[in-house]
């Protein structure tokens, strides 16, 4: 089967449904490939900053997230050993969302027929005649597209046309998960992280009786990443062992999780000299969200970045693309140039704007890792002081404005 597509945007997670929706609030339908049976969210929730809702507000979806989550009023962290507390400072409208009530609405909105599941693009190529992006499907499909938006993730198949390398591995892992109280759980609008030596533990709540939480830690060795990944009890258990000198209810608050919520996950990153450096597009190929710009959750943007991102590529595409057709359907149609200079100068506009942003939060963030990572004691000063000369400003990355759809 062939088929001929004006968009194709490879993968419905956060980047490529808030893709879709913005290029449909400008006018533009596209086609979502996504390989899943129907719609997911990886992880329990998603902590959702500023800048975030700053895009979320664009895309016309704000008011109704608001509803499912509690305003996070302030932050606290605490090291257990000394038992110091620090204020963390917010910079703003903070709300822990469920990941599916995010993905829910912003499908909501999409015209019926936008998304296709259980689709999954094998390879992407340039076509050597048209130089037009063919894409190839697990069911031996192949689409021609007149433009490709590659948001399928940290180990895209669309980054590598464009010409980025495969994402770097941390040695650190995330277990996340959600905990219900079937009583208001009494911890207030709070954000707290407590940390002792290699593990941090941070939870928010998302309303008065739902709780998410996550644990940061260093593998250990290769097998019990594997057994850890496999089995969501011992990975509940192992963390609730190794938090034994925790208060009581934040080791309870992991104990009573509910387990089909309890995940591990392993942390990629795009390195931000790759970030500076490559190229985001080719031809009519583009890529968006953690496709282009993988990061650890050390600073909770990786989502609210690929917001953005859908934002400006929205916007760039919409001005470039757009042509009044007064000929044939009279003055107040449009129609699309997918004209291959068009949307190169769509790409070029949304590349310039997109990388220095990226570019600061991928290093924000590689640093942080680098500090949790390291093992050597020269290093982490090292970074630890270069983060206070650059990130002085803690929350500078929560005050970005991805502008006017
Ligand atoms: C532990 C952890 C905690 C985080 N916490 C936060 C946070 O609090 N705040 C925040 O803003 N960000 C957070 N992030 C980052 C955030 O989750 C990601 O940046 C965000 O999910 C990226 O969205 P995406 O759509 O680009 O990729 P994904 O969410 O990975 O979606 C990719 C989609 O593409 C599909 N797909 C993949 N390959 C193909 C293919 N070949 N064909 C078709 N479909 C395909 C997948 O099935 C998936 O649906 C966190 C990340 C981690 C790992």
Redesign the pocket.
Same mark, same amino acid.
């Given at each position: 089967m062939s088929e001929e597509r004006d968009i194709v945007v490879?993968?419905?997670?956060?980047?490529?449904?808030?893709t879709a929706l913005a290029l449909h609030r400008k006018g533009i339908q596209s086609l979502v490939?996504? &390989?899943?049976e129907m719609l997911?969210?990886?992880?329990a929730?998603?902590?959702?900053?500023p800048n975030?809702w700053r895009a979320l507000d664009q895309l016309g979806v704000a008011s109704k997230l608001r509803k499912t989550a509690n305003a996070i009023e302030s932050g606290r962290f605490v090291t257990i050993t000394d038992g110091k507390q620090e204020p963390i400072p917010l910079g703003g409208e903070v709300r822990?969302l469920r990941?599916m009530d995010l993905i829910n609405v912003l499908a909501e909105d999409l015209p019926s027929n936008s998304i296709r599941f259980g689709? &999954?693009?094998?390879s992407v190529e340039l076509d050597p005649i048209t130089s037009r992006p063919l894409l190839h499907l697990?069911d031996g499909g192949t689409i021609k597209a007149k433009v490709v938006i590659g948001?399928?993730?940290?180990?895209?198949?669309?980054a590598s046309i464009v010409g980025l390398n495969k994402t770097g591995l941390y040695s650190i892992y995330?277990t &996340?998960g959600f905990t219900r109280y079937e009583n208001v759980h009494g911890l207030g609008n709070e954000f707290v992280v407590m940390s002792r030596d290699g593990l941090q533990l941070g939870w928010l709540p998302v309303d008065d009786h739902l709780v998410y939480w996550?644990v940061t830690r260093k593998w250990t060795s290769p097998d019990s990443r594997v057994m850890l990944a496999k089995d969501p009890m011992l990975l509940k258990s192992s963390i609730v062992k190794a938090m034994n000198d925790f208060p009581t209810d934040a080791i309870r608050m992991v104990s009573d999780s509910d387990l089909s919520t309890v995940q591990y996950?392993e942390? &990629?990153y795009r390195p931000p000299w790759e970030i500076l450096r490559r190229s985001f597009w080719k031809g009519t190929i583009v890529v968006?969200?953690?496709?282009?710009h %993988?990061?650890?959750?050390f600073l909770?943007?990786?989502? %609210?970045?690929?917001?953005e991102?859908a934002v400006v590529l929205a916007r760039c595409l919409a001005e470039k693309i757009k042509l009044a057709d007064d000929v044939d359907r009279g003055p107040r149609e449009t129609s699309l140039s997918f004209e291959k200079s068009a949307v190169k100068e769509a790409f070029e506009k949304y590349s310039k704007e997109r990388r220095a942003r990226v570019f600061w939060l991928t290093m924000e963030t590689f640093f942080i890792g680098s500090i949790l990572g390291s093992s050597s004691g020269i290093i982490k000063l090292i970074v630890v002081l270069f983060t206070i000369i650059l990130f002085s400003d803690k929350i500078g990355h929560t005050r970005y404005d991805c502008g006017r759809l």
């Open positions: 490879v993968g419905g997670g956060i980047c490529g449904l808030a490939l996504e &390989r899943s997911r969210a990886t992880g929730a998603i902590i959702m900053q975030g822990c990941r689709s &999954r693009v094998v697990d948001c399928d993730g940290v180990n895209s198949v669309v995330v &996340r996550f996950t942390l &990629r968006a969200g953690d496709a282009m %993988a990061m650890a959750p909770a943007q990786g989502g %609210a970045a690929s917001l991102d």
